[in-house]
């Protein structure tokens, strides 16, 4: 649990009226991002305040009254994901820099040169993100920020995001391995053809070589993959 002269306010408005917590920064920047952590760690105090600052109580009648509930845990978890976080300028620098070298990666991986078809480097990226002066939301999934990203960076960097099928027939000796490394690529569909598993899957371009060298590497070559453009 973070200490109180640590925390941050974090506050939303329902009723006409601010309800506040003290928050673990970090956590609750976590929590905010999606990620799942540890409710009670994240509170410096199990309160509901009116103001923070001025240790001002939230009535429990109150509380009951607007948010359905006195759980402080399901209260902190609506405050934290739907209001506002008080965090400090570096704070948000810094995780806004991070953000933005998690969106470059993904760009690095989902687009491509449309004139080489090669992927550009993250550092490229990164770049181009500076000079057009693209705003990156240190609150929002990098996941969600990339389509904002790219349309961001095209006048600087000649930039597609292609797909490619792939049609992927392999042993049935394989299929256990093979279904654990294309679940890491998103949905895909199988049917059996006798001995043989036959996997159909769309990716970005810019991965098919990435699937090819882990296939291979798998079955030592024995692997038949066709692409469809």
Do not use: C
Not at 86 to 110: G, M, N
Not at 205 to 227: D, F, M, R
């Amino acid at each position: 649990m973070v200490t109180v002269d640590k925390a941050i306010i974090a506050r939303i408005e329902k009723g006409k009226k601010h309800f506040e917590i003290l928050v673990d920064p970090e956590l609750a920047y976590d929590m905010r991002s999606g990620k799942s952590v540890s409710l009670q760690k994240m509170l410096a105090v199990n309160e509901i305040f009116y103001d923070a600052k001025k240790g001002d109580r939230a009535s429990p009648d109150e509380i009951s009254k607007i948010f359905k509930t006195n759980d402080i845990v399901k209260i902190a978890d609506e405050i934290v994901k739907e209001g506002d976080i008080q965090l400090t300028t570096e704070f948000r620098r810094r995780k806004a820099d991070e953000k933005k070298h998690r969106i470059a990666s993904i760009i690095s991986e989902k687009a491509v040169d449309p004139r080489t078809k090669a992927p550009h480097p993250i550092e490229r990226i990164i770049s181009a993100i500076d000079q057009a002066r693209v705003s990156i939301d240190p609150l929002v999934p990098a996941e969600r920020q990339v389509e904002h990203v790219i349309n961001g960076i095209k006048a600087i960097l000649p930039i597609s995001v292609e797909e490619t099928e792939l049609t992927i027939s392999i042993d049935a000796k394989y299929s256990g391995q093979v279904y654990g490394i294309l679940k890491g690529y998103g949905n895909f569909s199988d049917q059996w053809s006798g001995n043989t598993l036959v996997v159909k899957i769309k990716i970005p371009a810019s991965l098919k070589e990435k699937i090819y060298s882990q296939l291979a590497k798998l079955t030592g070559g024995n692997v038949n993959i066709q692409e469809k453009h």
